[in-house]
């Protein structure tokens, strides 16, 4: 099943299903890494509110889809991890790393928003 | 109730043959935790312990199969996961569950952190017989 991406406006916006496969996730950094070109995006949101596991593969996944979109001059935030997934990857060893993390979608937005008007000024 | 869990539902085998199996996988571990009582935490523990030993089925030995059962001793009730595989075996089962999670450079089977949270875990792998790892947790 492949992850809707959403545009608005200088934002994308994925929103991870339940069942998300490997094969899904590594599809959405394909797309994300083009789409930030194609629309020229300034920050992505992937959401994952609705996963019930996060485990090793899609964790260093979502570590790299932040890579490849910050290669492209891009910010991305995840939002939505539940309070239990956050549990087994603090249980697990889990990491994302330096990946930024939001509680969810309007916190997410609003973590871009404090970065752009952050590197406008900077500009 | 554990004792409520249908004696046909108390076990699933599912096949491992490609990455998509693995999400069917942690589905069945899910389902019988909670048929059990474990509560939505630990239920997503046992979830991702068998992703994560699902996953190296397929990166490893790319088929095999991930048996789920509900197991009881002493009174305690708990939910067994069985991962084997004829695949090439661990050569050092010892380093891998040494190094399994550090984000770089380790092995990356994941089984440092699997052992950590399940209560039992053992693993049988040889070059010969491929692997075999049991996993299980007690409801608490």
Same mark, same amino acid.
């Given at each position: 099943?492949?992850?809707?991406? %959403? /545009?608005?406006? /200088? ?8 069942? %998300? ?5 590594? %599809? %959405? ?8 070109? /194609? ?85 | ?5 249908? +004696? +046909?539902?108390? +076990? ?21 935790? &909670? ?6 935490? +630990? ?8 992703? &994560? ?11 095999? &199969? ?75």
């Amino acid at each position: 099943m492949a992850v809707p991406i %959403l /545009k608005q406006s /200088k934002y994308l916006i994925a929103t991870i299903q339940s069942a %998300l496969s490997d094969t899904d996730l590594v %599809l %959405l950094r394909d797309a994300l890494a083009e789409q930030v070109g /194609k629309f020229r995006s300034r920050g992505v949101i992937i959401d994952v509110t609705a996963l019930d596991v996060l485990d090793s593969f899609a964790s260093r996944t979502l570590r790299d889809i932040a890579y490849v979109v910050g290669l492209r001059g891009a910010q991305m935030v995840i939002v939505g991890i539940q309070p239990e997934v956050a549990f087994a990857m603090v249980q697990l060893g889990i990491t994302l790393n330096s990946v930024a993390t939001a509680l969810d979608l309007e916190e997410g937005l609003a973590y871009l928003d404090g970065r752009l008007r952050h590197a406008q000024r900077g500009a | 109730m554990p004792n409520a869990v249908p +004696e +046909e539902t108390r +076990e699933a085998c599912v096949s491992i043959e490609s990455v998509n199996d693995i999400v069917a996988a942690r589905r069945q571990g899910r389902i019988l935790a &909670e048929r059990l009582g474990f509560s939505p935490s +630990e239920a997503t523990l046992v979830a991702t312990a068998i992703s &994560e030993l699902a996953r190296n089925i397929v990166a490893y030995a790319q088929r095999g &199969e991930v048996v789920i059962r509900a197991t009881s001793q002493a009174g305690r009730h708990g939910v067994m996961i069985i991962a084997r595989d004829q695949g090439p075996g661990i050569s050092d089962v010892k380093l891998a569950l040494q190094q399994g999670y550090s984000t770089s450079g380790g092995l990356g089977l994941g089984l440092p952190g699997v052992r950590r949270i399940m209560d039992v875990f053992m693993v049988d792998s040889g070059p010969d017989r491929g692997t075999s790892i049991t996993a299980t947790k007690w409801k608490i």
